[in-house]
């Protein structure tokens, strides 16, 4: 049985939240489907304090936003963006059109089609982050989306710099400084001044996850998103502080964002304790970083490497860092998890940051179903059909009659009976009988 010298309560995120989220942004989006413009600027008041002339940032703002910027922070912006842009590449170029013969003369095929528009949100609150502009925008853009919206929240007032940097650069072709709720519901049913997307992407604070979650359906959007979780899976030959250190780098994120270090050895699990106690009085993040590993933070000893992996599995976390002998038997090993990082010379912060895999990642257990945010979110599998041969238009359509009657399909049945009528010479009494009755033109 695994020893927990540190364990979470029983409650789960879901239980935490405020009751009264879903109705009040249930409330914002009516109003909004009803008043368009004028609601989406009555609730940026109300929450941002924030009513421009225009939400959207026009090229000569940005050109002017952008130059306050310190060249390295540009440079910096164009070197992660190139990562990210790298990586979208590859993958899009992993997914291939087909078209196959299946029968004589039946071809069969599929495409990858980009949506036509989609809408990016990048978070603003406490903290302005410029990553997600990345993630989401040029991701849209490698998959082809001719039409990328993006909206990010002001920051106490004042327009985040960085961010609108990051937006341009990476290929938005609307630029909104417009957040939270309001942001989603205009970019999903349309204003009088915003067209409307097909899907939307991008994390956000509890509102914006609900606000995504009842427009599914409406819009289409990248997955639903909970707090950050960070796992840890350790041998006795991990370096504690280095541990410590990785599991508040991420328990910043919020106050109930989960941090689990699971590890085949006692003396780390304690250590690491230790240098948590440590290293949390001086972090400039503590107002989140303490509640989130005081509530939420789990040390687990198990036995040996194969019982951390499959009690990993479990939690179905977001990120799981493996501190190992052998990190790359986690490839083999795990199944459900968002990402890995595999060894101590990577990280979350690293994927999060700079590296160019995508930092959207399924939170709430939903790894067991999804991955995350990538290029083939924001494309359509679709298929197409084709039959030139005559005789295989025939034979299919026998079987298409057999098969819908079972069904009682009637109408189906016929659409298959009239091209086996056409092709093959076949008789159907209820041809004959529509045939015999019709009157002649004049």
């Known amino acids: 049985m695994p020893l927990y010298l540190k364990s979470a309560p029983t409650k789960s995120f879901t239980d935490s939240t405020q009751s ?42 940005v050109e002017a936003i952008m130059e306050t910027l310190d060249q390295q922070v540009i440079d910096d912006i164009v070197f992660v963006q190139k990562q990210v842009r790298a990586f979208a590449q590859a993958q899009r170029d992993s997914l291939v059109d087909i078209e196959v013969e299946t029968l004589p ?6 495409k990858h089609v980009p949506v036509q528009a989609a809408g990016a949100y990048i978070p603003g609150g406490k903290y302005p982050l410029t990553a997600s502009a990345h993630m989401t925008i040029i991701t ?10 993006a909206c990010t929240p002001p920051i106490r007032g004042e327009i985040p710099a960085a961010t609108i940097a990051a937006m341009k650069l990476a290929g938005a072709d609307e630029i909104y400084v417009l957040g939270g709720v ?45 707090p950050t979780e960070i796992m840890i899976v350790a ?31 006692r003396s780390l699990g304690q250590q690491v304790l230790e240098h948590i106690e440590q290293l949390l009085p001086g972090m400039s993040t503590r107002d989140y970083a303490e509640p989130a590993w005081r509530d939420w933070g789990q040390v687990i000893v198990v036995d040996d490497i194969d019982e951390a992996y499959a009690l990993a599995d ?18 083999e090993k795990m199944h459900d998890y968002g990402a890995l990082f595999l060894g ?48 295989s238009s025939a034979m299919l359509g026998e079987v298409c009659g057999r098969a819908a009657r079972v069904e009682l399909f009637e ?16 008789t159907f009494p209820w041809i004959e009988e529509n045939l015999a009755s019709r009157v002649p033109a004049r």
């Open 20 to 61: 009264d989220v879903a109705e009040r942004v249930k409330s914002i989006i009516a109003g909004i489907r009803e008043d368009g413009d004028s609601a989406v600027r009555r609730y940026s008041e109300q929450f941002d304090t924030w009513s421009p002339e225009a939400f959207r940032l026009d090229d000569a703002q």
């Open 314 to 331: 479990l939690f179905a976390f977001e990120h799981v860092q493996i501190f190992t002998k052998e990190p790359r038997l986690a490839l």
């Open 182 to 226: 309001q942001a989603v519901a205009a970019m999903a049913l349309g204003t009088e001044t915003m067209q409307p997307v097909n899907m939307i992407s991008g994390p956000g604070n509890a509102y914006v996850a609900e606000a995504k979650r009842q427009l599914f359906g409406e819009v289409g959007i990248d997955l639903f998103a909970g």
């Open 344 to 391: 101590e010379n990577t990280c979350v912060s690293y994927g999060d940051k700079v590296i160019g895999t995508n930092h959207v990642l399924p939170t709430l257990g939903a790894a067991r179903y999804t991955g995350g945010l990538w290029v083939g979110k924001y494309l359509r599998t679709v298929t197409f059909q084709q039959i030139k041969d005559t005789a």
């Open 411 to 426: 109408g189906h049945a016929r659409s298959g009976d009239v091209r086996a009528w056409m092709h093959s010479g076949r």
């Open 235 to 265: 041998d006795d030959e991990a370096d504690p502080f280095l541990t410590a250190v990785d599991l508040l780098s991420q328990a910043e994120h919020g106050p109930e964002s989960p941090a689990v270090l699971i590890t085949t050895s």
């Open 140 to 149: 849209a853009k490698v998959a082809g989306v001719p039409r990328v919206v």
């Open 105 to 110: 003369g039946v071809f069969l095929g599929q």
